[in-house]
């Protein structure tokens, strides 16, 4: 017995003496990257690492319109404040209310509000100079806008009569582009002669009729309000010359990101309402009373609004567009849907006009990524 346990001790001592070399040759090929055998090299988030972006991001999914958009914040934690809040009021404590909501203006957002207005102002020119160089062509049945010197042939048209051309775009070219800047260029066309009614009998008494003009001449040169409106910006501008073009497309990137920074800072002070089925947003405490929701279930609602906390992407709505590596070159495929990556049409105008992109927005366009031929996309992982 005695012969047996001594014979089980050698066994169990020649292998913990292998482990143990084995352990330290392991430690010896990895020596600099490992400390030990089994701990991992310490590894960042692509987007974390110091000057470094993500390959490739995601768009925000599109919401469907027979849905009532989620809210931003969640419904529990809503509840919750209310719950509080109901609480004071029955021990009779006031809540103390800071501006604005009790009435007086915010000091330190007074200047960003003056900045916001400048870039706007600077914005809305920006754009109507470039879209004299930049060709932008829209799809006549949908709000679909691609930036390029043609139009691409991608099947992703959702207008009412895309199924008889299979979901291919009705290209037109036009000077609008639509980006949370609407540069429209179709007159308006307002009742201005009353109608009457007799019991459930409508008289109409004049219908659609020009835009009426105004009572006093307006001089473009010195209305403030009319540098802030989009209508007509085409017309008010003229064409750049060469040499300023990038100079102009760098001021308008730059004056995109000032505004959409500063709406994002009066939003968190200042209550924006938006509805949860359509695109109406009001800049109040509460949503007004008007009846005139016409989407997804709104007879439920007698035509009134689905007030919510409005988020920044629905005051200053981007319109997302395909980016194209070559504007000159072959129009893009819908084989090759996947590869292509996507940018506001802002970004997209001022990127091909020889503006240097934020870094936020690289990584959804997808600048890394080589697209294949479509010989070779079978053959890609």
Same mark, same amino acid.
């Given at each position: 017995? +005695?012969?047996?346990? %001594?014979?089980? @001790? ?33 590894? /960042? ?31 529990? +934690? ?15 404590? +006031? ?7 009790? *009435? ?11 900045? !916001? ?20 062509? *829209? ?7 691609? !930036?390029?010197?043609? $139009? ?51 008289? =109409? ?23 802030? =409106? ?22 308008? @990137? ?15 002070? /200042?209550?924006?309402?938006?509805? *949860?089925?359509?695109? %109406?947003? #009001? !800049? *109040? ?23 919510? =906390? ?12 395909? #980016?194209?590596?070559?504007?000159? $070159?072959?129009? @893009? ?6 590869? /292509? ?9 001022? @990127? ?27 053959? !890609?992982?």
């Amino acid at each position: 017995m +005695e012969s047996i346990s %001594e014979e089980c @001790m050698f066994r169990n001592r020649g292998i913990s003496e292998v482990s143990i070399i084995i352990s330290e040759s392991v430690s010896f090929l990895f020596e600099g990257t490992f400390p030990y055998a089994c701990q991992r090299p310490k590894q /960042y988030p692509a987007s974390k690492k110091p000057g470094e972006y993500p390959q490739n991001m995601d768009l925000p999914p599109v919401l469907p319109k027979k849905k009532k958009k989620p809210y931003p914040i969640p419904f529990k +934690e809503i509840q919750k404040a209310a719950r509080k809040d109901k609480k004071l009021a029955e021990r009779g404590v +006031e809540k103390p209310l800071q501006p604005p909501k009790n *009435g007086l203006l915010v000091p330190e957002l007074i200047p960003v509000a003056y900045e !916001v207005l400048d870039a706007w102002k600077l914005l809305i020119e920006g754009l109507a100079q470039l879209l004299h160089v930049i060709p932008v062509y *829209g799809c006549s049945d949908c709000s679909e806008v691609h !930036v390029a010197h043609s $139009g691409h042939n991608i099947q992703d048209c959702k207008g009412p009569r895309s199924s008889k051309r299979r979901g291919l775009h009705s290209w037109v070219k036009e000077l609008c582009i639509q980006a949370g800047v609407d540069i429209p260029e179709y007159p308006s066309r307002r009742r201005t002669n009353p109608i009457r009614m007799i019991g459930k009998k409508i008289i =109409d008494r004049g219908g659609y009729v020009e835009e009426p003009k105004p009572w006093r001449a307006v001089d473009p040169s010195s209305s403030s309000i009319i540098d802030l =409106d989009t209508c007509g910006a085409c017309e008010r501008f003229p064409p750049p010359s060469p040499e300023d073009v990038p100079i102009i497309a760098q001021e308008t @990137m730059n004056a995109h990101e000032t505004v959409q920074t500063g709406v994002t800072k009066l939003m968190k002070k /200042y209550t924006v309402k938006a509805c *949860g089925y359509c695109s %109406e947003v #009001h !800049v *109040g405490p509460w949503g007004h009373n008007a009846k005139l929701c016409g989407e997804f279930k709104h007879q439920w609602r007698d035509g009134k609004h689905g007030w919510q =906390d409005a988020t920044v992407s629905e005051v200053f709505p981007p319109n997302y567009v395909w #980016h194209v590596q070559d504007p000159k $070159g072959p129009p @893009m495929r819908s084989a090759l849907k996947r590869y /292509y990556g996507k940018a506001p049409a802002v970004v997209e105008l001022c @990127m091909q006009a020889g503006a240097q992109v934020p870094r936020r927005y690289k990584p959804m366009m997808r600048l890394d990524i080589i697209v294949p031929e479509s010989e070779e996309a079978s053959l !890609v992982a």
